[in-house]
């Protein structure tokens, strides 16, 4: 398995995976809008997304946003979007990818990634947790719908 920085050119390989993910938020398949959104991103280098591939197949996605933590002044990475398609669960694909965001948010000198999982999604939980991933106990984080 190898994982590497997605580029643009990694697109159309990214968005379907990105598909995959927002069906299984149960949210209607649109490769169109995926492919727009993600393009989006990679050419006003709003995120990093890392891929994995098993061979010249992607399997798997990794998807960061850049903050600031203004009491540290330094760089925080929200840990927004991970995804390995079902075949290759639990063989260690994402581990793989946790990783490869965890090394690269060392190289940009930040002070720490953050991530909010659902409450029913036990086994994203356990995977955080495996890795050193706490909950949170000092903040309370509020949502405004909007």
Do not use: C
């Amino acid at each position: 398995m190898e994982i590497v920085l997605a580029r643009l050119e990694h697109l159309e390989e990214v968005s379907k995976l990105f598909d995959q993910y927002r069906i299984f938020y149960q949210q209607p398949s649109n490769l169109e809008a995926v492919t727009k959104f993600l393009q989006q991103r990679f050419q006003n280098n709003d995120s990093t997304i890392f891929l994995a591939s098993n061979g010249e197949y992607k399997v798997g996605f990794i998807q960061l946003y850049p903050s600031f933590s203004s009491v540290s002044m330094k760089r925080v990475w929200i840990l927004n979007d991970l995804f390995v398609e079902e075949a290759y669960r639990k063989k260690g694909v994402a581990k793989l990818l946790i990783s490869a965001a965890e090394k690269f948010a060392r190289e940009t000198e930040a002070v720490r990634i953050i991530l909010a999982t659902q409450v029913s999604n036990v086994a994203a939980q356990s995977l955080y947790e495996s890795l050193g991933y706490t909950k949170d106990e000092d903040f309370f984080h509020y949502v405004l719908r909007i």
